[in-house]
């Protein structure tokens, strides 16, 4: 249980760490990119805003958090 | 990558004099990214079904070789998902952007490339558009090649919207010309 446990706090803090430096890496090399929606011609459907682009890591960091921790609880 | 409108043409970026005019701007097409979904899809299905027998059939008795084994899994898991996540972030990370008098490469990744390649829009003696295959024909993309003095100056690959960014570009090339001109 005290082994779960630590595995379980190990890769919570591994998925959270790794994502944030991936955002805040992301943050600075995409500062000079930021256009307005008018001008973007890759597509008819305007998604990507740096808030939805947020929004997207954060989903992506809990889905990420959550099935690691469901492999290590369920198998262990 | 988006931000609050501005004056079109007096938004700064990396590598902009100060006498351009942005005019748009574009990634590659969206199927860059289907490959790295797939791929990631596939592992994590994967994962998730080898999980899922242990879990149901208990056919792994020993304690310690099923611990393992939830490591095992849950490290490539991750694995798969940080590489998913780093091609994402990638794919926003080149950009080709068109100005009044050049046409500008940007591509970087998160940590070891930074690659700036400028064109001038005059010194363009043609411009090409190649689209190859059904699914590049049925989705609309392809590859732009910007050809100097018999040479290509710069290729842009799975241009998105090729037909209409091709017009775009083929009009500000006589508008450039032109401008030199007078």
Redesign the interface.
């Known amino acids: 249980m005290n082994f779960l446990l630590f595995f379980c706090g190990l890769t919570a803090v591994a998925v959270l760490g790794m994502e944030y430096i991936m955002w805040y890496l992301f943050q600075r090399r995409v500062s000079g990119l930021h256009f307005p929606h008018e001008a973007d011609s890759s597509s008819r459907i305007r998604f990507f805003t740096m808030g939805r682009m947020r929004i997207c890591a954060i989903v992506h960091a809990t889905f990420t958090l959550a099935i690691a921790e469901l492999f290590l609880i369920f198998i262990w | 990558?988006?931000?609050?409108?501005?004056v079109?043409g007096e938004?700064?970026?990396?590598g902009k004099d100060s006498g351009e005019q942005?005019?748009?701007?574009?990634?590659?097409?969206?199927i860059r990214l289907l490959w790295p979904l797939l791929k990631t899809g596939t592992w994590?299905l994967l994962?998730?079904f080898i999980?899922y027998e242990?879990?149901t059939t208990g056919a792994i008795t020993d304690t310690t070789a099923?611990?393992a084994?939830?490591?095992i899994?849950?490290f490539f898991?991750?694995l798969s998902?940080?590489e998913f996540?780093?091609r994402?972030?990638r794919y926003?990370?080149y950009?080709t952007?068109v100005t009044d008098k050049k046409v500008h490469r940007?591509k970087?990744?998160?940590?070891a490339i930074?690659m700036h390649e400028s064109v001038d829009l005059w010194l363009l003696q043609d411009i090409i558009k190649s689209q190859r295959g059904i699914v590049q024909n049925m989705m609309g993309f392809g590859s732009l090649i910007l050809e100097g003095q018999n040479q290509p100056l710069l290729r842009i690959h799975f241009t998105?919207?090729i037909a209409?960014?091709y017009t775009?570009l083929m009009h500000l090339r006589e508008r450039a010309r032109s401008t030199l001109g007078a």
Do not use: C, E
Request: proline share 4%; no cysteine; hydrophobic share 55%.
């Open positions: 990558m988006v931000k609050k409108p501005k079109v938004l700064l970026f990396q942005f005019q748009f701007y574009f990634r590659q097409h969206w994590n994962l998730l999980g242990m879990f099923r611990h084994l939830a490591l899994l849950a898991f991750l998902q940080w996540i780093s994402f972030y926003f990370l950009v952007i940007i970087k990744t998160l940590l930074d998105p919207r209409d960014n775009k």
